[in-house]
């Protein structure tokens, strides 16, 4: 019986079908949308990177997000971690046509994983909104109001 991984390492991953895997894009995307960002280890230059582009996404906001927007930030940032893999991955390739004279699959996979993050972030709004200045200002002001006592008739004795 043929050797399903001939001419290949011992320790190279493998499909079900025998066959080595070629991008792990599957098990990529399967992954983020069992595990979240959330679930990463914190401590991962992943991990740093999400949470960054996270507090970057939500300040541009204008920082108090609904838990709808939220649950759309987390979808957006499944699909930059996948959309910065795959552009790290297609970078590293010295070609993008292949033998046939087509384009490569991943870089069609890519253009729709990209599409999906645009519309998310479309979704969230492409305007920079800034924080109610004005209800900040009315804070500050009611903090620094000093309740004024009755005036008191100084007597001199």
Known sequence: MPDG???????????????????????????MT???????DGRSAVAVAVRAWKADVR?????????????ILEAAAQSWVILSS??????????????KRRLADVVMQ??????????NLERLGLDRRS??????AAQLAALHRTPTAPATPATQT
């Open 5 to 31: 991984n001939a001419g290949m390492p011992p320790d190279a991953p493998q499909s079900r079908t025998g066959r080595p895997r070629v991008h792990g894009l599957k098990t990529l995307r399967r992954a």
């Open 34 to 40: 069992t595990l979240t960002t959330k679930r990463l």
């Open 59 to 71: 300040r541009d906001l204008g920082g108090d997000l609904t838990r709808a927007q939220e649950t």
């Open 86 to 99: 795959l552009d790290d991955f297609i970078a590293r390739q010295p070609s993008l046509v292949t033998k």
């Open 110 to 119: 890519r253009m729709q994983i990209a599409e999906g993050l645009a519309r």
């Open 131 to 136: 924080k109610d200045v004005g209800d900040l």
